[in-house]
């Protein structure tokens, strides 16, 4: 779905989500159609969710899956994304059916027709949201680019890591990914 010509309101988008079969997004007063992900994109979504499975057992950190709904507010409007995966530190957002508050570390894996979003609206967002750490994967070019918000509250430059590299969170220090595990 392309973005309609005019904003709706939250609760008007919630009215026409109960309606739809379809995954939705709502980012700033528009809706966006998540389309089936591709199998290489599932291979990476599952291989990276078992590595942070398996780094934030027992910690005080949970990680979350697609589709899971995450509600962002920035000052009168408010969002609703479906991050590949999802880093939440402060639980008192979640609810039964979503997270209400800032992930600490969202990572979107990019697809032909969800690219351009990831890199501009939803990164846009994460940043006025105030996401610590965004995580960009290209399945097609092999690379992780990362970027973090600085003491302005800008993303910076993207540390970018390619199919052989070790990624390293920059929050959580002790994260350390090996990518030829995740592009098998």
């Not at 009215?15 to 007063?29: A, Q, T, V």
């Not at 899971?68 to 408010?78: I, M, N, Q, S």
């Not at 697809?111 to 995580?135: C, H, Q, R």
């Amino acid at each position: 779905m392309t973005p309609q010509e005019k904003e709706i309101s939250y609760k008007k988008f919630l009215e026409i989500d109960k309606k739809s079969n379809d995954n939705l997004e709502f980012i700033d007063g528009k809706i966006y159609l998540l389309s089936a992900p591709s199998v290489i994109h599932q291979i990476v979504v599952t291989n990276l969710s078992t590595e942070f499975g398996n780094y934030f057992k027992g910690k005080e950190c949970r990680h979350f899956v697609a589709p899971f709904d995450v509600v962002l507010k920035h000052e009168d409007k408010t969002h609703r994304v479906q991050p590949d995966l999802t880093v939440i530190c402060d639980k008192e957002g979640l609810g039964e059916q979503n997270y209400i508050g800032v992930p600490t570390l969202v990572v979107e894996v990019l697809s032909p027709s969800t690219a351009s979003n990831d890199f501009i609206k939803k990164m846009g967002l994460y940043m006025k949201v105030g996401v610590k750490e965004y995580w960009i994967i290209s399945p097609q070019n092999k690379t992780v680019q990362i970027f973090n918000l600085n003491e302005d509250d800008f993303y910076s430059e993207p540390i970018i890591y390619s199919k052989e590299d070790i990624v390293k969170s920059v929050i959580f220090k002790d994260l350390i990914i090996k990518l030829s595990d995740i592009f098998e």
